[in-house]
């Protein structure tokens, strides 16, 4: 019999907090469906849910990030419709003290074996959520009744702690507490100081850190600030800051991404940076140095990527490039109250407060590598915490749905190191991919097709023309992390190796990686053994770098792929670099050039090439003889005695064409006669280590 709505009503009343301090999580199984159970909140509420004809507003999953910077007293989420952990996340962030977070869910005892919706966009083609492993899910069931806090329909609600202390209110009366007060402050001092230094605030969820941005930045406008600049991952994470700023109704204060702030010069008395954290540490350096006044914010445990290595390792760049800079942290919640039970529960269940293990040791010589299955590790919830602890602090975008997706997809695979205590110090997760039907490769080959994940096979078959690619079948290192006090021990190409040599015993033809391309992460891995096979054209608008595709073959036909890979990559660079790739940083350039197989410049080539140096030609009617010189050198590393504004003036002129004032700015020079001179030099260097 379906539960009435006067008594649902009846049951939520009873799971309220009467002090509006705490919020709580209520389960509701069968018999509870979604229209009596959305008609039994209490406004303002709204259900996360596909359905439309409902008593309250609604919105799609996909959309639930929308919630953020809103307020509800109760809110519903239909997980019938699939389990989303990001959905979840950004839908308890928006929960009101005293409201509910009300879940709507299949019978617990079915739930792991249902086909969950959730997964399909997660599965790797042909699987389907049918094919997925339930051990994300029955742990979660697990919490759920272990956690005295959680309200199971329809067992009696357990008591509520009594709330804590009133905290004493801030003075400001825009202000939610003082710790936001102090962030205002903080912003503030930033715009006036007659220093220029930065500001970092840092917060979990709920504290008021980005209305604390946008609070300053309204009064800053007010106060004839003409031009206050806002940038984040995403618009919609920078929604809070931009609505207490204002942003509608003041050309003052405007939104641009990242990227566009680090293409283009923008005026900007004061940049304002949201969910920080989001953003690559090259894109914060970036954005710190060519912006005088900057104050970032970041949720330090949220469920959009970590604030914990943007903590750890933008604190170094801070140290470095302004040692003088702010940072607050803002510890009292400003929507409910310290010692949430929701909040406890659900950093408990995502591991929002996932950190590395402490206390870690270097393993015996040489470690060995575990591969581990995903139902044990649900089952252990310290090596669980532990090894996605690890990959959150490596990878600023790790989200709960990886969690979900590294325990439930049939498709991956999770590698690990242990210390002598068993503390997981070194992990990856790996994708299956490839193999694909012959019927298909056509289709794919030619962008026609193009099916759920299996990413670098179809990017190497779409991008780069390698229509073998989606035949032969890959273990792609889809996560890779080190634990932060162990790295640079070897540790890292330890699991690489013992990646690979399994993929090899298992019949598959490489071992492969697609990431964000940068000179230190290119060298990594080529020192692992892989090769560079393409690098895409687009930008990533957080990371501000071009995706880098890389091989390691494990079999004859994984070798012919991998050679076929790289001497079409070597032979289109030099296209490529004067195209789609001009605007790439040297260093990315001269890191992109090592090891490809360009061949040695011929005894014309160095004529030429020497005729420039010595003054006796143009660098117009030398370039070609010198493109061919600077590729040759560039394999096997440009000299040490070339500066790096050397390195940028050749790898700018004679690979991406650059104009002579772009050039001249790059080396602080009064004008081309300058620029040329600082060329000659360079070209002579590179002539004295060239192959002959």
């Known amino acids: 019999m379906v539960p009435s709505t006067s ?6 009343a009873e799971a309220r907090d009467p002090h509006n301090a705490y919020r709580r999580l209520v389960v509701l199984p069968p018999p509870a469906t979604l229209a009596p159970t959305a008609a039994a909140l209490e406004a303002p509420a709204i259900a996360v849910t596909s359905a439309t004809d409902l008593p309250v507003g609604s919105v799609r999953p996909d959309d639930a990030g ?6 509800y007293r109760d809110i519903l989420i239909d997980v019938r419709e699939g389990l989303d952990l ?5 839908a308890a962030g928006a929960v009101q003290g005293g409201g509910l977070l009300c879940l709507l869910v299949p019978a617990l005892p079915d739930w792991p074996s249902l086909a969950d919706p959730g997964l399909a966009r997660w599965l790797s083609w042909p699987a389907e959520p049918v094919d997925a492993a339930g051990h994300f899910r029955r742990r979660l069931i697990r919490l759920l009744r272990e956690d005295a806090s959680v309200m199971i329909h329809p067992a009696a609600p357990p008591p509520l702690p009594p709330p804590p202390p009133p905290t004493a209110p801030a003075a400001d009366p825009q202000c939610a507490t003082r710790d936001q007060e102090a962030a205002v402050a903080a912003v503030l001092g930033v715009a006036s100081s007659p220093r220029p230094h930065p500001c970092v605030i840092t917060a979990d969820r709920g504290r008021g850190k980005s209305a604390a941005l946008g609070i300053a930045a309204a009064r800053l406008a007010a106060s004839g600030y003409a031009s206050i600049l806002v940038t984040a991952p995403r618009r919609s994470a920078a929604t809070t800051l931009l609505r207490h700023a204002g942003a509608d109704v003041t050309p003052a204060v405007r939104f641009l991404p990242a990227d ?10 004061l940049l304002l ?4 954290a989001g953003l690559s540490g090259p894109v914060l350096e970036a954005l710190l140095q060519r912006y005088q006044r900057v104050a970032f914010a970041t949720t330090i445990h949220g469920y959009e990527g970590t604030g914990r290595g943007f903590r750890l390792r933008f604190r170094e760049t801070l140290e ?8 607050l942290h803002l510890a009292t919640p400003v929507r409910w109250a310290t010692g949430d039970p929701l909040e406890a529960f659900l950093f408990e269940a995502l591991l929002l407060d996932a950190e590395p293990a402490t206390g870690v040791t270097t393993p015996d010589s040489p470690p060995q590598v575990e591969h581990v299955r995903a139902s044990a590790l649900a089952a252990d919830e310290r090596a669980l915490r532990e090894l996605f602890g690890l990959l959150v602090d490596a990878h600023y975008q790790t989200r709960p749905e990886d969690l979900r997706r590294m325990l439930e997809a049939p498709e991956a695979a999770i590698w690990r190191i242990v210390d002598g205590a068993g503390h997981t110090i070194a992990a990856g997760l790996t994708l299956e991919e490839g193999g694909l039907p012959r019927d298909l490769q056509g289709a794919i080959l030619h962008g026609e097709r193009r099916l759920r994940g299996h990413l670098l096979p179809q990017s190497l078959a779409a991008h780069a023309g390698l229509a073998d690619a989606t035949r032969l079948r890959h273990r792609r290192v889809h996560r890779l992390a080190v634990h932060p006090d162990l790295q640079r021990r070897g540790l890292g190409r330890r699991l690489l190796t013992a990646i690979t040599e399994a993929a090899a015993a298992d019949g598959l033809d ?6 964000g391309a940068t000179p230190e992460l290119l060298a990594f891995w080529r020192s692992a053994g892989f090769d560079p096979i393409h690098v895409g054209h687009r930008r990533d608008a957080a990371s501000g770098t071009r995706a880098a595709f890389m091989l390691r073959p494990c079999s004859a036909a994984g070798r012919a792929l991998t050679s076929l890979g790289t001497t079409a990559f070597a032979n289109d660079l030099p296209w490529r670099l004067a195209g789609p790739l001009r605007d790439s940083p040297a260093a990315l350039v001269a890191a992109l050039l090592q090891g490809l197989p360009f061949p040695p410049p011929t005894g014309r080539d160095r004529a030429i090439a020497a005729a420039f140096a010595h003054g006796h030609r143009g660098a117009d009617d030398a370039g070609a003889a010198i493109q061919r010189l600077l590729l040759s050198a560039g394999a096997g590393g440009l000299p040490e005695a070339l500066s790096p504004t050397d390195r940028a003036l050749l790898i700018g002129r004679f690979l991406q064409h650059q104009g002579w004032a772009t050039l001249a700015a790059e080396a602080s020079a009064s004008g081309r006669r300058q620029v040329t001179d600082r060329l000659r030099r360079a070209v002579a260097m590179l002539l004295a280590v060239a192959p002959q």
């Open 7 to 12: 008594r649902l009503r009846a049951y939520l």
């Open 66 to 71: 929308a919630l953020l910077g809103h307020e």
């Open 86 to 90: 990001d959905a979840l996340a950004a």
């Open 260 to 269: 566009e702030l680090l293409r283009h010069h923008h005026d900007a008395q």
């Open 273 to 276: 940076v949201d969910e920080a």
């Open 320 to 327: 470095r490039i302004a040692p003088e800079y702010t940072a």
């Open 510 to 515: 490489t071992a492969g990686t697609v990431f």
